[in-house]
């Protein structure tokens, strides 16, 4: 069966500091993948998605990036965070074929920048 | 305007009760809608998937689909205090295969 990992769980970061999330898909190949931001009280805003190694789609200009250096693997960055950055990172994947049109949620990262 | 809005609630409902949980959307290119669960600081769990205009029952779960009035609903029986979380709804159009979520509807079932 297929799982995702996505880690660290929870950081508290400063203002100004870079960022490392990190995203990987087991038992699938060549998925597409997604990074989403849940600001508090707020609903999933798409950040990036990725459909193969090294194919980054951007939805909202911002200070942040994404990598997919290998083909289940997908992370998120950014060199200087902002207060504005805070919020709950959902990495997730679809399946291709015939059932490729619903995502699969990792269990998230909750960053706080102070 | 956004393109999937949701009532964000929150709904509080007596155990037992049937629950209905609504989302409308305005983009025509939307072609499968989906409901997902949320614990609280836990990642969304697929609940429901529908493709077509019509009701899909799965245990005490049914989504129903109205594409023609672009209203989608989730209802809930005999709900329980293990319900108790926000539910999303979400539409993807085949262009661009990522999905487009509503703000999530609160949900507490008291005992």
């Known amino acids: 069966s297929q799982t995702i990992h996505q880690w660290p769980a929870t950081l508290v970061q400063p203002v100004g500091s870079p960022l490392s999330l990190e995203c990987t898909v087991e038992?699938?190949?060549?998925?597409?993948l997604y990074w989403y931001r849940q600001a508090a009280g707020r609903g999933l805003q798409l950040l990036f998605y990725?459909?193969?190694?090294?194919?980054i789609s951007s939805e909202v200009p911002q200070n942040l990036s994404a990598s997919r250096p290998q083909d289940r693997q997908f992370i998120l960055s950014s060199k200087k965070l902002l207060l504005s950055d805070s919020g709950f990172y959902l990495c997730?994947?679809?399946?291709?074929?015939?059932?490729?049109?619903?995502?699969?949620f990792g269990e998230g990262s909750w960053l706080t920048v102070v | 305007q956004k393109e999937v809005e949701q009532d964000p609630g929150p709904l509080s409902v007596p155990e037992g009760a049937i629950v209905s949980l609504n989302c409308t959307y305005s983009?025509?290119?939307?072609?499968?809608f989906m409901w997902y669960r949320q614990y609280s600081r836990k990642g969304p769990e697929l609940l429901m998937y529908?493709?077509?205009?019509g009701n899909k029952e799965d245990g005490r779960f049914t989504a129903q689909v109205d594409k023609s009035s672009k209203y989608i609903s989730l209802f809930i029986r005999d709900s329980q205090p293990s319900d108790s979380a926000t539910y999303l709804c979400?539409?993807?159009?085949?262009?661009?295969?990522?999905?487009?979520f509503g703000s999530g509807t609160r949900l507490q079932v008291q005992p």
């Open positions: 997730a994947w679809r399946p291709r074929g015939a059932s490729g049109n619903t995502i699969y």
């Open positions: 038992g699938t190949s060549n998925p597409n």
């Open positions: 990725s459909v193969g190694i090294g194919q």
């Open positions: 983009n025509s290119a939307f072609q499968y």
């Open positions: 529908t493709y077509s205009s």
């Open positions: 979400a539409s993807v159009d085949t262009g661009r295969r990522a999905l487009t």
